[in-house]
């Protein structure tokens, strides 16, 4: 009766929506991130897998990140089911919802990374790695004398590189399987480390005597450290959004993290997302941010001190206060290309290009390359590599150790 069975519910042909269950026969299971397809329409419901059941109870889900295309169908996964994560992670889940004027019924747990813990009969040791997401996890679990690592999402040229690499250097030993991301499989994308961003930023920042507008999402907080520190080194000052602020406010006490308040840094109040704020009951926020604010019509002076984050939303209210681009400035988008060729990316990109701005794509990715992904599971040496959160890993299997292909919603027998 040790029987353990393990199902990738989602994401073993696909980018992201991961969700995997273990099972045992005696009646236990966890669930591995319940994460939204990329793909799936913004307002979309009913994203459950249809292979998993939520009628039994679970011992737990256990959240790898908080990315959307890790936790984004929490809101359908029965709201007595224990939820575990990091604590950073709750917060951001908790922040990412009440944006968006919802509260979600869960009871989150927050876990210790390498510190193991029990449920039912699985024992979890959560592993902090580095990914463009904070707070990113690892996940060790053992069960009935059976051993399973979750890889999440994770790279190994960030700011915490020195966190895979060793458990690279000391990997855990025994591994039945080994469930790993294949997002870079068949790119080529870059994968310089940030603090080569930090220079190519610097380098930008100088040779432009306008101002610098950049899209990065808020919640890559390695990018906002490197584009912080690059400002600090350029004389520049940092103008990030009330969303991007709110991030760093709830981050700042897990680490040394630049916050509002902190020198060459502000936050520009615009009408739209005050608003926003203001609906779902979080004004005591934005009038907290008054003191560190600059209004956007400060970035129509003296342009060669601005380094401004820019999106679509900030755009109507950058216009309205005459911030309208120029050949003097340039506009860098730090974010996967891909993104460009989607409506906002589009808008973006025209908008400058009507200004007649210098155009500068500086970024590198949140997930590790292929040869450290081949590097990586052959460290971890599996009996068994479970491909997930990948869309070629077929055409690239060469040089991992021993694949099993599974397809969703197909069980696998961990046992025997
Ligand atoms: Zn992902
Ligand atoms: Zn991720």
């Known amino acids: 009766m040790n029987d353990v069975w393990l199902t990738v519910h989602r994401a073993t042909h696909q980018i992201g929506g991961n969700c995997i269950e273990l099972t045992t026969a005696d009646g236990h299971r966890i669930i591995l991130d319940v994460g939204r397809p990329l ?39 029965p709201p007595e089911w224990p939820v575990h994560s990091g604590e950073p992670t709750a917060w951001l889940i908790r922040l990412s919802s009440a944006i968006l004027g919802k509260s979600l019924p869960h009871i989150f747990t927050s876990w210790k990374s390498g510190v193991s813990f029990e449920l039912g009969p699985f024992k ?3 592993i902090f790695t580095d990914h463009s997401a904070f707070d990113a996890h690892m996940l060790l679990i053992d069960v009935h004398g059976k051993r399973i690592l979750y890889s999440g999402d994770f790279r190994t040229h960030g700011r915490k590189s020195a966190l895979p690499r060793r458990l690279m250097n000391a990997p855990p030993g025994n591994l039945d399987v080994l469930l790993m991301e294949g997002t870079n499989l068949g790119s080529d994308k870059s994968c310089i480390s940030e603090s080569e961003l930090e220079s190519e930023f610097v380098r930008l920042f100088r040779v432009t005597c306008g101002r610098v507008f ?26 990030v959004d009330l969303y991007t602020a709110e991030v760093m406010e709830t981050l700042a006490d897990f680490g040394d993290l630049p916050r509002p308040g902190w020198r060459n840094l502000k936050v520009v109040i615009t009408k739209a997302l005050a608003r926003m704020y203001r609906r779902t009951g979080r004004a005591a926020f934005v009038d907290q941010m008054a003191q560190h604010g600059v209004s956007a019509a400060k970035l129509a002076q003296a342009p060669s001190k601005w380094v401004a984050m820019v999106r679509p939303s900030l755009i109507r209210d950058y216009v309205i206060k005459d911030v309208v681009p120029n050949s003097d400035d340039a506009w860098c988008w730090s974010m996967w290309r891909g993104y460009l060729d989607n409506e906002d990316g589009a808008s973006v990109q025209a908008w400058f290009a009507d200004g007649g701005s210098r155009a500068a794509h500086l970024h590198t990715s949140g997930h590790a390359s292929p040869s450290e992904l081949r590097a990586f ?20 299997a060469d040089g991992f150790p021993p694949i099993t292909r599974l397809c969703d919603g197909q069980p696998m027998a961990c046992h025997g």
């Open 214 to 239: 950049v899209a990065w999402s808020a919640q890559n907080v390695d990018r906002t450290v490197t584009l912080y520190r690059a400002c600090l080194k350029t004389g520049r000052t940092l103008v």
């Open 39 to 77: 793909d799936a329409p913004r307002d979309a419901r009913g994203l459950l897998p249809t292979s998993l059941s939520i009628d039994a109870p679970s011992d737990g889900v256990l959240i790898s990140h908080p990315h959307q295309d890790h936790y984004g169908i929490l809101e359908d996964i």
């Open 377 to 396: 599971a052959v460290a971890m040496n599996p009996k068994h590599l479970v491909p997930i959160h990948g869309a070629a890993w077929d055409e690239n």
């Open 124 to 126: 979890v040791t959560p």
